[in-house]
T-cell receptor, first 115, second 108 residues
Framework: GAVVSQHPSWVICKSGTSVKIECRSL??????MFWYRQFPKQSLMLMAT?????????EQGVEKDKFLINHASLTLSTLTVTSAHPEDSSFYIC???????????FGPGTRLTVL | KNEVEQSPQNLTAQEGEFITINCSYS?????LHWLQQHPGGGIVSLFM???GKKKHGRLIATINIQEKHSSLHITASHPRDSAVYIC??????????FGTGTRLQVFP
């Protein structure tokens, strides 16, 4: 399968700080990037979808000004959690796809803990 | 009622046993995915299928489009197969809808 990296793998931060999570597709071009978050013992929840070079489309209930997504290149997408609060503590997973008919691959995830 | 239902929710097995996990869905789909999530959280895509059957090593996935049902089979299970197995479908909006997962524990 394709190689997807996320950085950092885990981060602990103070309330009010911003955290940037990077997602790289190492051996294919991700025309579409999905960002998910997962709370303990729950399913993955789609936060937003972005296509390279376009603005992200956010799911209902996800604040676009709080979760900033940049998908400026076919191999890199970033998610920035601005002014993080304890309720933002979660497991964030990126999922790139190279075309609509192909598999989605998943990054290893970033565990965010906001104190 | 969830659009994607999995059963069982939890499954324990002895090493070597044949395992079946079931997935039923109620929406129109373009594809069905089986994913594996290990305790550390990382997700691996096992299969993407839209008809018939696929096999990879000890894993077999089948889908019946008419019955809106898929099964994931693990032959000769091993403790390293212990993980959460997730069924997800690509709906007509091209988004994935996830089942709640099946937690599998295989004991030596």
């Amino acid at each position: 399968g394709a190689v997807v990296s996320q950085h950092p793998s885990w981060v602990i931060c103070k309330s009010g700080t911003s955290v940037k999570i990077e997602c790289r597709s190492l051996d294919f071009q991700a025309t579409t990037m999905f960002w998910y978050r997962q709370f303990p013992k729950q399913s993955l929840m789609l936060m937003a979808t972005s296509n390279e070079g376009s603005k992200a489309t956010y799911e209902q209930g996800v604040e676009k000004d709080k979760f900033l997504i940049n998908h400026a290149s076919l191999t890199l997408s970033t998610l920035t959690v601005t002014s993080a609060h304890p309720e933002d503590s979660s497991f964030y997973i990126c999922s790139p796809r190279d075309s609509p008919y192909n598999e989605q691959f998943f990054g290893p995830g970033t565990r965010l803990t906001v104190l | 009622k969830n659009e994607v239902e999995q059963s069982p929710q939890n499954l324990t097995a002895q090493e070597g046993e044949f395992i079946t996990i079931n997935c039923s869905y109620s929406v129109g789909i373009s594809a069905l995915h089986w994913l594996q999530q290990h305790p550390g959280g990382g997700i691996v895509s096992l299969f993407m299928l839209s008809s018939g059957k696929k096999k990879h090593g000890r894993l077999i996935a089948t889908i019946n489009i008419q019955e809106k049902h898929s099964s994931l089979h693990i032959t000769a299970s091993h403790p390293r197969d212990s993980a959460v197995y997730i069924c997800a479908v690509s709906d007509n909006t091209d988004k994935l809808i996830f089942g709640t997962g099946t937690r599998l524990q295989v004991f030596p």
